[in-house]
């Protein structure tokens, strides 16, 4: 039996078309709701139903492909995991990310994010490159716990939402970015950690991070950013060690 949508609950939408307006308004609309729908429902059921120019970014609704990160109540969030029973009574304020300009409505430009995962080198460079003949690059279960927490990251961007010192510095690399990078430096069957430790090192890399955490706090997949962080750090103090001995044996 399909339950019936007897509770209202207001949202306030942050709307914004720079075609039209000179600068963010928002917009408040009643929303029926049932226990199980979210906030991405409630914006889709404006869309549907009230306003059509209404602009946002979803696609799986499963916490998955991460498009759909907003400012809900101030706290960076997916809009499809975030339940509108546990906002009530309201008001809900659904706002676009922090940090990030905005193009239309909730939606935002993605650009810089990109740019700072492209960075990185997100891919695997084979240590020991061998054939497809040769079979697969096997791995124990311990060198895949190595790595295999920060493979969950979804580029959902809620991390660079949460981050202070991303706000105040955008060159700052960014939580994100530090995590993609340790999923491979930290990966056995990899050998480009010396193409990416320039990308973190100095003060728009690891060590502008503040260690303030707020980027693990609202991460949906638990990827913990802050302890890809820790490690970032250590292996460019380690490495920097390596280059100065090498640069005093050298004397």
Not at 5 to 18: F, G, M, Q, S, W
Not at 229 to 235: D, L
């Amino acid at each position: 039996m399909t339950e019936r949508a007897d509770k209202t609950i207001e949202l306030r939408v942050l709307r914004y078309n720079p075609e039209a307006d000179e600068k963010p308004h928002h917009q408040s609309f009643t929303v029926p709701y049932t226990s199980d729908m979210s906030v991405l429902q409630g914006l889709q059921w404006i869309k549907d139903t009230v306003d059509g120019s209404l602009t946002y970014r979803w696609s799986c609704r499963m916490a998955i492909c991460g498009s759909c990160g907003m400012m809900i109540n101030a706290e960076p969030k997916l809009a499809c995991h975030t339940l509108l029973r546990d906002l009530a009574p309201g008001p809900v304020t659904v706002e676009p990310l922090n940090h990030f300009p905005i193009e239309r409505d909730l939606v935002v430009t993605v650009d810089d994010f990109v740019k700072k995962i492209e960075s990185v080198t997100p891919w695997l460079i084979p240590k020991h490159p061998k054939p497809v003949s040769e079979g697969p690059y096997n791995q124990t279960p311990a060198q895949l716990a190595a790595y295999e927490n920060f493979s969950a990251c979804i580029n959902c961007m809620l991390c660079y939402a949460a981050c202070p010192q991303y706000g105040e510095n955008p060159k700052f690399i960014g939580p994100a970015a530090m995590a993609i990078l340790q999923r491979y430096d930290g990966d056995s069957r990899d050998g480009g950690s010396a193409l990416r430790i320039d990308a973190v090192h100095g003060e728009d890399g690891v060590w502008g991070c503040t260690a303030v955490g707020a980027c693990s706090d609202v991460c949906p997949k638990a990827v913990d950013p802050m302890h890809a962080v820790n490690q970032n750090k250590m292996n460019t103090a380690l490495d920097y060690f390596l280059r100065f001995l090498k640069k005093r044996d050298a004397k």
